[in-house]
């Protein structure tokens, strides 16, 4: 046994024994960011409990949501208010509901239900509830390889040749786990996708549009600024919401979509429901107010969170600086650090921060079917612990890969 | 032509002249109700933002709801709190995500969208919203006519052979529209159905279960407690809400459901959602805290409601006591009051009343198909309009619904 791993096994075993309960598994903000929007919950935004058109947000009543909820957000994504419906609490529900509605209903075809063999594009590594989605609903999911600028456009291409492929999930600016953000490139291509299938939708998950760490951010497009021009507005079916942005849980949720896909899902929306919660989508609107509202919100949050992606960055810069077989993304935004262990280390890393007790998402939940094809992707949600526990967390988890590697080396 | 047509004419026209807006369309509350309970928008409720086993409501998690708000409804509903999960805003959206379920998943057999011509069990008069969520997924709607205990059960019994007969939608407790209260006959007869279909299920819409007129009520009975006696609990999804407690559209939801149905249940939630809106759970058990602080509550909703009710009653009573053609329910709780005109006369009867600015929900809505096979029945909801508009609603309908009964029969 060589003694570099020895002297590692005689660090982590120190870590064991302090017996910590460190957790970088999920995207939560910490409570300090709660925090920041406390105001919201304060009665006296909701003045007589009337929207800005009169209407009484006590009652029943609204299926869309108040103008002023949707004007935010048409601020926000650039599209007209026509084009939004705000929903409940989560854009995940809106995603689900909206895959539903086509496996029962179709998508201008025939329901996705009856059609044998369906595909999706994941571009991987991506976010472990979208795969799970598209799983529950027996739909078959492709790996789509992202680099620097977004998807593999080519590999798309050629794949939506095929009419089984109805559609691709992702997140366009600072993907979940690895912080990219579509180039104008990637966007225009997408914008001029071809698809085979009559079908074919994209789920544009704008979750972090406006999440930037810093005034260095990336640049906003508004797909459908670009879709317009080619006629394929109504592939995308984009969701938002301010989960990241007031509460997780207890925030509003928008859709923004084409007339045709507005007129599609109304017709559903009008049988699932009377309404979503209006009183919560005044209080937003009143606190926030307008987009310059939302961002000066969102620099709070980055004051925040930017020092803790700092540590986690710094501390794998630390250990891996030197290594080629180390890698690791620098966003920009968002709410994670996509890490690159050696082929064939992640789980092993996994598994042994979790026995020197710090929690990390599952090693292979980035992918489809948890299947990290080469098991190297480890996904770090850096904004829940504070910063003594990240950094010792982080710290852990370095050490852990190491052992990961000289293990699999020996 | 007659000349008590001419003089009821001649008040119609009279109606017409003021140029009247007048609703009794929907059951939503009155400003007055909405009132009674803005003090559950007071931020200190929520304490220190913590649920009482110190999950922080302001972040994501916690799937099935607050303990507090599952132990609140466990008193109301008398079922186990392992047995509830606390939704979004709506029971409504409950029932549509549980036909959706069974559509694409199916309840214990087959999807039901894979198996040609299902149908379900519709007491009628009924709720025009349950209609349409089963017209939306294409089940076939049987009319099962209700009589002053419940439904029809022998008739039920009869069509319950048929196992392409998947369910029935009922209101067993202050029925929407006429306000019957099921009697522990038909109770006992529900919980020892059995049905032939293996997937067969009951959605139980307790919407109205504490929404009392008086001390005078209907007594609730918990369908699980005869259910459980006869091994048929998996039959049966109940929901109910807080929608005519707190407020419409801002309040919490439930299900309540055999352990086998909770877990179909959360497979389909853990997809779909986190979980839903925490805060706004905190809010409504700390406001209300048990049954008896529900109780309470609904007595002052009830001293709202009750004159608007009798109003309505009284005028129907002045207009047609001496007649036999014309009919109306006297309910102890709910929302409606169901008044049936001579057959041949409601659908004459509502556009007559439009004409005259009265507002009606749609004559035939009470029907699956809006068919009112004897086009008889129409739905008044008193709670929304004051009393002085109600009475002069009530009064102009009397009129309406005398001028169409002498057209027809001219």
């Known amino acids: 046994m060589n003694s570099e791993l020895n002297s590692l096994y005689e660090k982590f075993n120190q870590y064991k024994d302090m017996n910590l309960s460190l957790n970088m598994a999920r995207g939560k903000p910490g409570k300090a960011q709660l925090d920041l929007s406390n105001g919201i ?56 509901d909206y895959i539903s509605q086509c496996m029962v209903f179709g998508a201008g075809d025939k329901p996705w239900a009856s059609q044998e063999g369906i595909k ?51 997140v366009p600016m600072y993907a979940n786990p690895n912080g990219i953000t579509y180039s104008e490139n990637v966007i225009n291509r997408f914008a001029s996708l071809k698809p085979s299938a009559k079908d074919f939708r994209v789920i544009w998950d704008n979750a972090y549009c406006v999440h930037h760490l810093s005034d260095d951010a990336d640049k906003f497009y508004n797909i459908f600024e670009y879709a317009d021009k080619c006629g394929t507005s109504d592939l995308f079916i984009e969701v938002a919401s301010t989960s990241k942005i007031s509460f997780p849980g207890a925030g509003i949720s928008v859709m923004a979509v084409s007339d045709a896909n507005i007129e599609a899902v109304k017709k559903r929306m009008t049988v699932q429901t009377i309404g979503y919660d209006k009183i919560n989508q005044l209080r937003h609107a009143a606190y926030f107010k307008n987009l310059d509202g939302i961002k000066a919100h969102m620099k709070k949050h980055a004051a925040e969170i930017k020092p803790k992606f700092d540590i986690v960055l710094e501390t794998l810069n630390k250990y891996f600086s030197d290594s080629d077989s180390y890698k690791w993304t620098d966003p920009k935004g968002g709410y994670f650090i996509s890490f690159d262990v050696p082929e064939g280390c992640a789980k092993r890393t996994v598994e042994l921060c979790k026995e020197a007790g710090v929690t990390l998402t599952g090693a292979g939940a980035t992918y489809p ?32 890969a190491e052992i990961a590697e000289l293990e699999k080396n020996q």
Do not use: Q, W
């Open 369 to 400: 079917y948890h299947k990290d094809p080469k098991d190297s992707n480890i996904r770090i949600a850096p904004t829940f612990p504070d910063l003594d526990e990240l950094k010792l967390a982080t710290e852990i988890l370095c050490v852990c």
């Open 41 to 96: 919950l304060n009665p006296e935004l909701l003045g007589n409990y009337k929207s800005e058109d009169g209407t009484e947000v006590r009652n029943y009543g609204v299926l869309d949501g108040i103008s002023e909820c949707k004007r935010l957000y048409s601020e926000i994504l650039e599209v007209p208010e026509k084009n939004i419906i705000v929903f409940g609490n989560a854009s995940l529900t809106i995603m689900y």
């Open 120 to 170: 999706f594009l994941c571009p991987v590594p991506g976010y472990d509830r979208h795969f799970a989605i598209l799983e529950h609903f027996g739909i078959e999911m492709i790996n789509i390889p992202m680099n620097s600028e977004g998807p593999d456009m080519d590999m798309i291409d050629e794949y939506i040749k095929d009419d089984k492929v109805k559609g691709i999930i992702c």
